[in-house]
């Protein structure tokens, strides 16, 4: 009987440590994945972690987003083998998040409401893996794949998204992606806008005559 439940208990260790490529990725902010964050900042991250921490923090873009979901490669990690769940970017591209947070925070969350971080920060393994576009802004910390937290519909996230991008993206600068379902992405490193398959010419809003 004792060994049965220490058996039992190593396979629960294992399986949370590494977890099957078929397992269902966590929910952004899940319990799972805060409790890994905070385990990950503790170690050999402590430094580089509270040093981003204090520099958003000075910039006034600390709150608009949570640190762990900025720092997660993609809420899919689990699925790719060669994905660190977490990691830092070097110190010079910090400042290419800041406009973006603002952006969020100013211009999409007044139209959209409340988002959620589906990736943030990739290194080029985590972007190989999730196919991100060769030359993903995520690479450069400029860019967040985000979908809103309250119910909505792929339509009526274009209908926001894209008179938004028109009136806002020359002036600060946005790329505007708009995925399948309700996953969006936004950065501050140049206007322009695609579709799901990252080319112009599927952009949702090309039909927009605010576009135009």
């Known amino acids: 009987m004792v060994a049965a439940l220490l058996a039992a208990s190593a396979g629960l260790v294992l399986w949370r440590v590494f977890p099957t490529l078929d397992q269902p990725a966590a929910r952004p902010g899940a319990a799972g994945d805060v409790d890994l964050f905070e385990e990950w900042r503790r170690g050999k991250a402590a ?4 040093a981003i921490e204090a520099y ?17 490669s993609d809420a899919r990690w689990r699925r790719c083998k060669t994905a660190e769940p977490f ?7 910090w400042a290419a998040m800041v406009p973006t947070l603002r952006y969020v925070r100013d211009q999409v969350v007044p ?17 190989a893996c999730f ?28 209908a926001i998204l894209c008179p938004l991008h028109a009136r806002t993206g020359p002036r600060f600068g ?16 140049g206007y322009r806008r695609w579709g799901d398959d990252y080319r112009g010419a599927s952009s949702p809003c090309n039909g927009d005559p605010a576009q135009s």
Do not use: M
Request: net charge positive; aromatic share 6%.
């Open 131 to 158: 196919q991100g576009a060769k030359a993903s802004r995520h690479l450069r910390f400029a860019a967040l794949d985000l979908e809103p937290t309250k119910r909505s519909s792929r339509a009526d996230l274009i």
């Open 87 to 93: 990691a830092v970017p070097a110190r010079a591209q």
């Open 56 to 72: 958003f923090d000075r910039e006034g873009v600390g709150d608009v987003l949570p640190l762990a979901d900025l720092l997660r």
């Open 111 to 127: 139209v959209v409401g409340p988002v959620r971080v589906l990736s943030g920060y990739r290194d080029p393994a985590a972007n």
């Open 174 to 189: 946005v790329g505007l992606g708009i995925y399948k379902v309700t996953r969006f992405h936004i950065d501050t490193a």
């Open 47 to 50: 430094p580089e972690v509270a």
